[in-house]
């Protein structure tokens, strides 16, 4: 099982140096309290912007800057490198002071200065290089002094294996591993949806240290009848049909208790189990992590998630560590994505090295889903470590129909024993 070629450009360590004003504040002289940003720009990609730290300290050409934010990647996969192969492409960093945001097709910040960065890719998926590294000048300088811009440059590579669901999860398809244009059987997935039962395959520590109160709902006292979305589980399974990976709604989704509410509400999401065999005997299962959603409201309908690392503190006591949350659009779907680099602190036993974990695509509500999972290859020993991902993927994608309004009605592949009650 080989990875696929993956190079992350890193755009890190960014700050801003503003001259001081001595007079009455012309032209070339901004003030150090202004909000400043810059927009992130490479061939092809969506550009990305970030806020910038003013910086105050005394500025040489050789100096970090006293204050730091990293700021933007780019993931360059297979296609792409070969697309961009053996050429250097620019990237284009345009500095603004003001306001964020465009009016009337306007951007409404001050434009500061452009640095453009060349970088060449080839053999990047070999080695890492360092394309820029310092400070830069912005402007020109006979009106008045410039600002100095400081950025970091550099690409890593980052090889990852690739699998793709052949078919929404829920229809318990076959998972394929991609690799350019071969695609391998590697895993099949068994969907099951059983209302008037607990799943067989929980932990039994999940009964006997429930310090959490994660299942304090399957009593079904937070819910009412019929208006409840539980009993949902999916095993993954290698070639040879062992079961390697699962994921078990551990927690029901139901609606808020707030009359007229058909939506699962942020203070009371239902939450899914991701689980590993235990041991050499696969008629039991440990947890490995644990992912709660929603639907959030606001201007834009969202699915609200959060995962957290399962560990044992060594008391017998189950506790977890979040290492991702977010919200994705309901309407066009999004990634989930965990990435060392965002919040590197917690990973713990998920691993020690840093750099990006896993992401998956989620279709939005009533699409077609297939979801494309991509693995860190740091984080991958054997296939039921890849399993474990690919559990958590069908996870969050099971999540975008179980989050869905109780007005509306599932899709056959989940109706219970009979039907599904509205």
């Not at 306001?99 to 080839?122: A, D, E, F, N, Q």
């Not at 509306?408 to 009650?421: A, G, N, P, S």
């Given at each position: 099982m080989d990875p696929c070629p993956f190079v992350r450009l890193i755009i890190e360590s960014l700050a801003l140096k503003l001259p001081q004003a001595t007079k009455r504040a012309g032209s070339g002289v901004y003030p150090s309290t202004t909000p400043c940003y810059c927009t992130i720009k490479l061939k092809s990609f969506p550009s990305q912007t970030a806020l910038l730290p003013i910086c105050v300290a005394a500025v040489t050409d050789t100096s970090p800057p006293d204050s730091a934010a990293a700021s933007a990647e780019f993931h360059l996969d297979s296609a792409a490198l070969r697309r961009l192969s053996g050429k250097h492409v620019t990237l284009r960093v345009s500095v603004y002071s003001g306001?964020?945001?465009?009016?009337?097709?306007?951007?409404?910040?001050?434009?500061?200065?452009?640095?453009?960065?060349?970088?060449?890719?080839?053999g990047a998926e070999a080695r890492a290089?360092?394309?820029?590294?310092?400070?830069?000048?912005?402007?020109?300088?006979?009106?008045g002094p410039a600002a100095r811009f400081h950025l970091t440059v550099r690409t890593e590579p980052d090889p990852r294996f690739v699998f793709q669901f052949g078919g929404e999860p829920e229809c318990s398809p076959v998972v394929f591993q991609i690799q350019g244009n071969i695609r391998q059987p590697v895993f099949s997935c068994k969907f099951s949806a059983n209302r008037n039962e607990r799943s067989r395959s929980l932990p039994s520590d999940y009964t006997t240290n429930n310090t959490r109160g994660w299942l304090r709902?399957?009593?079904?006292?937070?819910?009412?009848?019929?208006?409840?979305?539980?009993?949902?589980?999916?095993?993954?399974?290698?070639?040879?049909?062992?079961?390697?990976?699962?994921?078990?709604?551990?927690?029901?989704?139901v609606p808020s208790p707030s009359p007229g509410s058909d939506r699962?509400?942020?203070?009371?999401?239902?939450?899914?189990?991701?689980?590993?065999?235990?041991?050499?005997?696969?008629?039991?299962?440990?947890?490995?992590?644990?992912?709660?959603?929603?639907?959030?409201?606001?201007?834009?309908?969202?699915?609200?998630?959060k995962f957290e690392l399962v560990t044992d503190a060594g008391t017998g006591l189950t506790s977890g560590i979040p290492i991702a949350e977010g919200t994705m659009s309901v309407k066009s779907g999004g990634q989930f994505c965990i990435d060392s680099r965002m919040k590197d602190s917690a990973l713990g036993s998920l691993s020690l090295v840093r750099g990006f974990?896993?992401?998956?695509?989620v279709e939005g509500e009533?699409?077609?889903?297939?979801?494309?999972?991509?693995?860190?290859?740091?984080?991958?020993?054997?296939?039921?470590?890849?399993?474990l991902f690919v559990a958590?993927?069908?996870?969050?994608?099971?999540?975008?129909?179980?989050?869905?309004?109780?007005?509306?009605?599932?899709?056959?592949?989940?109706?219970?024993?009979?039907?599904?009650?509205?």
């Open positions: 306001r964020m945001g465009r009016t009337c097709g306007i951007t409404c910040g001050k434009l500061l200065g452009k640095i453009h960065v060349s970088v060449g890719l080839g290089a360092v394309f820029q590294n310092g400070w830069v000048k912005l402007g020109r300088e006979p009106e709902t399957f009593s079904g006292e937070r819910g009412k009848p019929g208006k409840e979305r539980k009993g949902w589980m999916i095993t993954i399974h290698d070639l040879s049909g062992s079961p390697v990976a699962a994921a078990s709604m551990i927690t029901p989704f699962v509400s942020r203070s009371n999401p239902g939450a899914w189990v991701i689980l590993r065999p235990h041991g050499f005997c696969f008629s039991s299962w440990k947890a490995w992590g644990r992912l709660e959603a929603w639907r959030e409201r606001g201007p834009v309908d969202g699915l609200g998630y974990v896993m992401n998956s695509t009533g699409k077609v889903s297939k979801p494309m999972v991509q693995v860190g290859e740091q984080h991958v020993t054997c296939m039921p470590d890849a399993a958590l993927s069908a996870a969050i994608d099971l999540s975008m129909d179980s989050c869905q309004l109780f007005s509306r009605k599932l899709r056959k592949e989940f109706w219970h024993d009979e039907q599904e009650f509205l």
